[in-house]
C-alpha cells in the first residue's frame, strides 16, 4: 500500500491531475447511474400519476357539479310522473272515480239516476285500459252543462261522449231535462317486454 503511494506522491503533476480527473468522471458516471437516473426515472413515474390523478379529480368534480342540477331534474320528472298518474292511474279506482262523479252531480244540482260501469277493455300495443260508465242525469241545461265542464277540469282523464238530450218537463218553474252519456277512463297498463325468442 506504501509503494501504491510513494508512486503516487512521485508521480508527475499532471498524471496526478489526469488520475484524479478519472476518478471524479469515474465517481460522476457511477453517481448518475445509480442514484440521479433512478431518482429521475422515478420522478417521471410519479409525474405521470399525477397527472392521471390531476385528470381524474377533474372528471370527479364535474360530476359533483353535475350532481345537484341532476337531482333537480329527476325530482321534476318524479314530479311530473306523479302528476300523469293522476291522469292516467295505474289502478281502477272506480268506486272513487264514481264518488267523485256523484259529487259533482249534487253539486251542480242534477239527479243521477243510472251510474253503470262496464267492462275494461285493451287495446292491442296500447298502454292503458279504457273503463267505459254509462250514466243517466236529470236536471236543466245549465247544470248538465256545469257537470261536463267540472268532468273535463277532473284530474283523472274522463272523456264523455254519446250524449243526449230529450224528455224536457217542466219542474218547480225549470226545464228539466233527461241525458244519457257515457263516460270513459282510463288507466295506464304495464307493457311485457317482448319474450326472446329461442331455438
Known sequence: MDKHLDK????????????????????????????????????????????????????????????????????????????????????????????????????????????????????GGDFFARIPIRMAVSGNYHEIAMFLQEVANMRRIVNVNNIQLNGAKTKNEKVILNSSFMATTFRFVQTAAPAKSTK
Do not use: C
Request: aromatic residues 4%; negative net charge.
Open 8 to 123: 503516487i506522491v512521485k508521480a508527475p503533476p499532471a498524471v496526478k491531475f489526469g488520475g484524479l480527473a478519472a476518478a471524479v468522471v469515474l465517481l460522476t458516471a457511477a453517481n448518475f447511474f445509480w442514484v440521479i437516473q433512478p431518482l429521475e426515472e422515478e420522478m417521471e413515474g410519479q409525474r405521470a400519476e399525477q397527472r392521471r390523478l390531476d385528470m381524474d379529480l377533474a372528471e370527479k368534480s364535474e360530476i359533483a357539479q353535475n350532481l345537484n342540477e341532476r337531482r333537480r331534474e329527476m325530482d321534476v320528472l318524479e314530479q311530473k310522473l306523479a302528476e300523469a298518474l293522476t291522469e292516467l292511474p295505474e289502478n281502477k279506482d272506480v268506486e272513487e272515480l264514481l264518488a267523485q262523479l256523484n259529487d259533482i252531480g249534487k253539486k251542480s244540482g242534477l239527479e243521477i239516476s243510472r251510474v253503470e260501469p262496464g267492462p275494461e277493455t285493451v287495446g
